[in-house]
């Protein structure tokens, strides 16, 4: 419900042919794959773990879209040297990550977000950024939140 949730929102601000996505704390990939469905220009997938890394190259030799790279790499390792520019950022954290909070000025700051682009950050409830000025949106699902930056 939540994910559906979310690509309805962004499907209304979005032209998928155009938009080149960065989705950090990419985990299984199961949004990058539904990213990639809606017709994104391109996805970099970002992870640090090994078996979460497995797992994306073994899904991305199935889906064999030559628009989908995989890094294995520590999120903020990439955001403090960032190389590219991105029209949409998806980050889903573990819900317990320090410094949560700080991720939308991190990924602002980095140069990692192109103009016009957004940023969508999944958290908990334990999480606000309701005070945040780049903040543009914020919705509930059940236990799941999306902040919506720019």
Known sequence: MAKEG???????????????????FAGTGNVSVEFL??????????????ICIKHLNALQE?????????LRKD???????????FDLIFADPPFNLKGLNQ?????????LLDQGGIIVIEHGQEVSFEEHPNLTDSRKYGGVFFSFFS
Not at 37 to 50: E, F, M, N, T, Y
Not at 62 to 69: G, L, R, S
Not at 103 to 111: A, N, R, Y
């Open 6 to 24: 979310l690509f309805n929102i962004l499907t209304n601000q979005i032209d998928w042919e155009d938009v080149k996505v960065l989705d950090l």
């Open 103 to 111: 991720l939308p000025d991190l990924i602002l700051k980095s140069g």
């Open 37 to 50: 469905s809606r017709g994104a220009k391109s996805v970099l997938s970002v992870d640090k773990h090994p």
């Open 75 to 85: 999120v903020f390792q990439l955001i403090d040297n960032a190389q590219q520019k």
């Open 62 to 70: 199935t889906f064999a879209d030559e628009n989908w790279m995989i």
